[in-house]
Nanobody, 125 residues
């Protein structure tokens, strides 16, 4: 069992940066791949970034639409994962969710066994 709690969301001006966090419970966090997804109002949930399970830094992968502006990272010692977002745009407004899967790679929400409740990011002037 893994419990995930996101934090760090809020209202940010266009062009700004934000780092959102995901705190995980459980001693096996390092054994899971972490994914970040987002769901904008009226849209389907979409994958944005993933970092694979490993004892090191993990292999990272991104949706093409965010690759240049998003950075995913993890700190296994702290049971934490992060998503750094730069050059925020109004279209980044969404609820951001972290989730974990036993798969080494996945961009499919249905394959993530444990999921957080999300943190809201609003990009607006």
């Amino acid at each position: 069992q893994v419990r995930l709690v996101e934090s760090g969301g809020g209202k940010v001006q266009p062009g700004g940066s934000l780092k959102i966090s995901c705190a995980a419970s459980g001693r096996t966090f390092r054994s899971y791949t972490v994914g970040w997804f987002r769901q904008a109002p009226g849209k389907e949930r979409e994958f944005v970034a993933g970092i694979s399970w490993t004892d090191g830094d993990g292999n990272t992968y991104y949706a093409d639409s965010v690759k240049a502006r998003f950075t995913i990272s993890r700190d296994n010692a702290k049971n934490m994962a992060y998503l750094q977002i730069h050059s925020l745009k109004p279209e980044d407004t969404a609820v951001y969710y972290c989730a974990v899967t036993s798969n080494y790679y996945s961009d499919q929400w249905r394959e993530y066994e444990y999921r957080g409740q999300g943190t809201q990011v609003i990009v607006s002037s």
